[in-house]
């Protein structure tokens, strides 16, 4: 007799919603806080590489962001399993490791940190000194990569690279160097968060009006719902009730309280929710939130 087999697997349709694509692009001294929205990133962004500002320069094989923790473990005699907060992070590094393959004056600066530049006519000689200044640092590294619904963004305060610089060249290849930039606190007074941190920018709208009405049902407790849409592909409804409308907000994927609902169907919801309040929403094909409208249920009570 053959073995069968039960396959499991996490996949599922939100996987391919949370995916992070491409090697994406890294900016220096970029103010992300001017931005609130996937919308408002992705035209800065456009502006930075149109003017040329801001950009570290291209990149050959992606990169990397690593995060360490000397992690301790709190000793006491006693002690014979790991026990919930009885660890303690002593030190934290976050870094951002690159490979350009673009090698200006600039970027040799921008690599190094330590470097003076001096320019008379067409020549320009790069100095390079033994001791750091506070102008080598820089303001901040940002790292800006595609998702499936968004971007995301990995920040470096005052970057500094602290590996060994190596320019690389080939016979019909391109030369490199490598970058290995690290986060670095601004002053001694915050030792509770990071230099560095990540953030995700989903794709800005609004919900559109969904029109619902409510009717009395076919059986005892049911509700007829209705709406001014028609479903396209890929596309459903999903409702929840409540005492006062539920809300749901633009591009939010409804969690396990919402039910779906075919659009046509009457609806169970019980007698002692007449004159309550349901919202309706309308998911795309990706299971994210585009209209929403709500009524007062009319139920059939006998």
């Known amino acids: 007799m053959g073995v069968k087999s039960n396959i499991t697997t996490p996949l599922r349709k939100e996987t391919y919603k949370s ?3 491409n090697a994406g692009v890294t900016l220096v001294n970029f103010d992300l806080t001017q931005y609130d929205s996937a919308e408002e990133l992705k035209a800065a962004i456009a502006t930075a590489i149109q003017t040329n500002t801001n950009v570290l320069g291209a990149t050959r ?15 006491a005699d006693g002690v014979r399993y790991l026990f919930v907060g009885s660890e303690i992070v002593d030190a934290m590094d976050g870094y951002l490791s690159e490979t350009l393959i673009e090698i200006t004056p600039m ?7 330590n470097v003076d530049i001096t320019t008379s006519g067409l020549k320009t000689t790069l100095s390079f000194r ?13 790292w800006i990569g595609d998702t ?13 690279n602290t590996a060994d610089f190596t320019f690389t060249f080939a ?13 670095h606190q601004g002053d001694v007074s915050d030792y509770e968060n990071a230099p560095f941190g990540m953030i995700f920018f989903d794709a800005e709208g609004e919900l559109d009006e969904l029109t619902v009405t409510s009717a009395a049902g076919t059986n005892v407790g049911g509700t007829k719902i209705t709406t001014d849409y028609t479903l396209g592909s890929g596309e459903h409804f999903v409702y929840k009730t409540g005492n006062t409308a539920p809300s749901i907000a633009y591009y939010e994927y409804p969690d396990y309280t919402w039910t779906e ?3 046509s169907s009457d609806i169970a919801v019980g007698t002692g929710l007449n004159g309550k309040k349901i919202t309706v929403a309308l998911l ?11 009524a007062t249920l009319v139920v059939k009570t006998t």
């Open 19 to 21: 995916l992070q694509l």
């Open 61 to 75: 094989g992606g990169g990397t962001f690593t995060i360490t923790r000397d992690i301790r473990q709190v000793e």
């Open 107 to 113: 970027h040799i600066k921008q690599v190094l940190g």
């Open 130 to 142: 033994t001791a750091f200044e506070d102008g080598d640092y820089l303001t901040n590294v940002v």
């Open 148 to 160: 499936s619904e968004g971007f995301v963004a990995i920040e470096l305060a005052n970057a500094l």
């Open 171 to 183: 016979d019909k290849n391109e030369g490199t160097c490598n970058v290995e930039y690290h986060a």
């Open 261 to 263: 609902w075919d659009g």
């Open 284 to 294: 795309n094909s990706s299971g994210r939130a585009t209209k929403s409208g709500n």
